[in-house]
């Protein structure tokens, strides 16, 4: 058994059995990549990405292949320690040197830094505003925008306390929205975007290496970021994997909402003995989670990507001057004006339904990684309440609510956005290299990534500090 490192040794126990693999098991067991491309397919699809089509053309979409292929890896990996301890990977980072309180920190405020600023609330209230106002929101109408906000994040908050596993419940409501999302975008596109802005945009995904002579490195930093999930998103993925019950979370517990009853949340993971009958089940599990995350959320992210920046070759004029809602709602101007005015509003929906989808899942996830750092690292807090993970989780859920409502009237959406998506980019360096270390320190020889997986997270690592380093340069 290999060392446990800075807190409280694992407990034992038999890794379960994984289900059958077959078609029905699958989507019965698919959930986290589900959630992750419900916020994937957020800002970075419907703001930045057709924001940097329009000013520099389909051929720096290269940047969404490499940003999705890197994330889906590193995905993989910090699933690789949750599959078996049944801990998320940032209980894994607080078990490395200097242990868990350090770390603790230092991932709370890297959450804070990318996630405490809700661009997404704001810009979906926009298209909430546009539709109701019949038009897209001046400057005038801001405190009806701000408004809407407010009504848009405390919905968040609504939908994942129904139902009893908070996971489930967010899983359910994410494959809602990415039916409407896709559905809607992949009718729209094929019936009206012609064959030469179809092969532009295939052609703009494999323009390996093109950048522009003078560029917006703030701007192309954060569609780096946001090509994918992006930063601790991609930290909340092992969370949900947990819950969800992929290998080793299947033996420790869950967040239950306030109507799914106490649910004993073990504060630290189980793992299993590294035998000829463990290492089969492993294999099927990782069957799973491949599945999970290169079909669903690689594949998907792709397609969401490419479906939104599709329409903005197709509708709107290159080089347009965009900023904060401007693409997409010269993309609904653009559709209504050739093909009716029911498609303004149909396409603004779906614009407020990609941006809630984001919204929604890092309302959970953001105090749900709280909660878990406090959960693993503080004994006091596991004792607080008579240790029911739910006032923890109720609590980091109220305190993200408060600061939300003051942090939507700090900047304007798109703004939020980018520092968000900044933030990301540096977050991911971290967690990259971290995994890492977790992996070749915490795991037994047997389950350890191979060198080319191990050579993926450095690549991940240089690819995000390569550019959070030049837009740093470029603004300085």
């Not at 200097?98 to 600023?117: E, I, V």
């Not at 975008?185 to 064959?195: G, K, R």
């Not at 270390?437 to 500090?465: K, M």
Request: glycine content about 12%; overall charge positive.
């Amino acid at each position: 058994m290999t060392a446990h490192g800075q807190l409280p040794p694992w407990g034992e126990a038999p890794l379960p059995a994984p289900p059958a693999f077959t078609l029905r098991n699958v989507l019965r067991t698919v959930g986290p990549g589900v959630i992750g491309l419900g916020i994937a397919i957020g800002s970075g699809e419907w703001l930045l990405g057709p924001s940097v089509v329009l000013r520099y053309g389909a051929a720096l979409l290269w940047i969404t292949t490499i940003a999705v292929l890197l994330q889906t890896l590193l995905n993989l990996e910090m699933g690789r320690y949750t599959l078996y301890t049944g801990e998320p990977i940032v209980t894994g980072f607080m078990r490395t040197w200097p242990g868990p309180a350090f770390w603790g920190w230092t991932y709370s405020l890297l959450t804070l830094a990318h996630h405490g600023w809700p661009g997404w609330a704001l810009a979906s209230a926009t298209a909430s505003a546009a539709l109701l106002l019949g038009r897209m929101p001046t400057t005038a109408d801001a405190g009806t925008v701000v408004a809407i906000g407010y009504a848009t994040f405390g919905a968040c908050f609504l939908i994942v306390n129904l139902g009893k596993k908070v996971e489930r419940t967010l899983e359910l409501a994410m494959w809602a929205m990415l039916v409407l999302i896709l559905g809607y975008l992949f009718v729209l596109d094929v019936a009206t975007v012609s064959s030469e802005n179809w092969g532009r945009l295939a052609r703009g995904f494999l323009s390996f290496g093109t950048l522009p002579a003078e560029a917006d490195w703030t701007l192309l930093a954060a569609f780096a970021a946001y090509s994918g999930l992006g930063g601790m998103s991609n930290v909340f993925i092992t969370n949900w994997m947990r819950d969800k019950g992929h290998g080793m979370g299947a033996t420790v517990g869950y967040i239950p909402t306030l109507a799914g009853g106490r649910v004993q949340l073990s504060p630290h993971g189980n793992v299993f003995r590294v035998d000829d009958a463990s290492l089969a089940a492993w294999r099927g599990w990782w069957k799973f989670m491949k599945v999970d995350q290169w079909a669903i959320f690689a594949v998907g992210s792709i397609a969401g990507m490419a479906l939104t920046c599709v329409l903005a070759l197709q509708y709107v004029v290159p080089g347009s001057t965009t900023g904060e809602w401007a693409v997409a709602g010269a993309q609904a101007a653009a559709v209504a004006a050739e093909h009716g005015r029911l498609l303004w509003y149909l396409t603004l929906a779906c614009g407020f339904w990609v941006l809630f989808s984001t919204q929604l899942g890092i309302v959970d996830g953001t105090p749900r990684a709280m909660t878990d750092i406090l959960w693993s690292g503080s004994a006091a807090v596991r004792r607080w309440r008579g240790g029911d993970v739910r006032a923890v989780y109720y609590v980091a859920l109220a305190v993200y609510a408060v600061w939300g409502c003051v942090a939507l009237n700090l900047a304007r959406p798109l703004t939020l956005v980018i520092i968000g998506a900044n933030a990301a980019g540096v977050i991911l360096v971290f967690i990259s290299l971290h995994t890492l270390v977790v992996n070749r320190t915490l795991l037994p020889p047997a389950l350890r990534p191979s060198l080319w997986r191990e050579a993926a997270l450095v690549a991940c690592a240089l690819f995000y500090g390569a550019s959070a380093a030049i837009m740093l340069v470029a603004t300085l």
